[in-house]
DNA sequence: CGTAGCATGTAAGTTGTTACATGATTCG
DNA sequence: CGAATCATGTAACAACTTACATGCTACG
């Protein structure tokens, strides 16, 4: 068992960029991990109370005015020790689900156009990616010009683009495959 | 709610190929669409059983002496309609989680070292799927060369082999990065 | 005045993994 | 003779999503 609680760790990383709420996790999430990483709602909340009890974070209440309580969660020395020794750990692989893929290999089984509208699909969200690649990388050039981690996150930002890229690349080589083969079809 | 049930669809789509028991499903899909999806026998005897009470496959029991019985389950009209329906909706993309990627953008809370590792693991990894990859490419077109079907199956492995590609590129480039910041550190 | 954002959370359901249980045969 | 393969399945649990519930404020 023990599937090793990833969650858990993802958001302690996030912690150790300041104290914050859930809400303020599931923003932050958004655009800085939003390519690779992605919690909801339901998923916070209820890690959080747990790592509290468990004294990875501690909780702090802020009260506004005419406004929701904020429930801050800050680090532990715990919490921090915990997250280290995360780091170190070799991360595992696992097969990602691939649902065009899958789709795809039994193309043969329904009329070629829709396949390649499957991949005509992901060709435009490749595009869209990259677009959003390059905002990012220009506000992180910006708001965190000195940083001294930011070279990570541009490690990560370079990934995101290498793959969609090569994605890409792929949706355009497979549009034409596809697309012979339909003409092929017409022609029987 | 309605998560709509993936598993059931890989299934449904594999046995497109022929009447499989669970145990030639969880074969088969080892080597076809093993490096973008699987599935596990937890997930795979109750999906079939389900998927009987619905009536989107048929049961049928193979009595072998000295050897356990075989549940072979066949497709039904009714389920090879329900594959070809799904297999025309859009799919949908989500988040695959990247554990390294998350590991990396915390990367500095760490020595240079360890993320370097991580990624050199990953690098390995890569080098061993494009292997799997080619074995894969000469197994098809030696054992499928005529079947109809093969062109969507190498599409699928193309895909795999432009993404393990840019993945290397990328791990190389980083470990660059990585190499001249533990320099770095060294001299500090 | 409606919508979006701020802000927290719960409940119910689904999906998936891992470990366990069983027992025969074949191969080295 | 031990390990791997064939073959089926269950139980326990972990993980995750979605919908719901609430209510305020700011903005157009």
């Keep these: 068992m023990a599937r090793s609680n990833q969650s858990q760790f993802a958001l302690l990383g996030l912690l150790s960029f300041g104290a914050m709420s859930g809400y303020d996790l599931r923003q932050l999430s958004g655009w800085s991990v939003g390519h690779f990483w992605r919690e909801s709602y339901g998923q916070i909340y209820p890690t959080l109370k747990k790592m509290a009890a468990e004294g990875l974070v501690r909780r702090k209440?802020?009260?506004?005015?005419?406004?929701?309580?904020?429930?801050?969660?800050e680090l532990t020395a715990a919490g921090r020790k915990e997250l280290y020794?995360?780091?170190?750990?070799?991360?595992?692989v696992e097969v990602p689900r691939n649902e065009l893929l899958l789709k795809l290999f039994f193309g043969g089984l329904v009329p070629p156009g829709v396949s390649a509208e499957?991949?005509?699909?992901?060709?435009?969200?490749?595009?869209?990616?990259?677009?959003?690649y390059r905002a990012t990388r220009e506000r992180l050039e910006k708001e965190a010009a000195k940083d001294p981690q930011k070279p990570f996150w541009l490690m990560t930002l370079n990934y995101g683009e290498h793959i969609a890229r090569a994605e890409a690349n792929w949706c355009d080589e497979t549009l034409k495959e596809l697309g012979e083969k339909k003409r092929q079809t017409k022609r029987n």
Tied chains: 1, 2.
């Design 85 to 92: 020794r995360w780091l170190e750990r070799p991360p595992t």
């Design 61 to 73: 209440t802020e009260v506004n005015p005419g406004r929701p309580d904020r429930h801050i969660y």
């Design 118 to 132: 499957h991949v005509s699909q992901r060709r435009e969200q490749c595009r869209q990616e990259l677009a959003t």
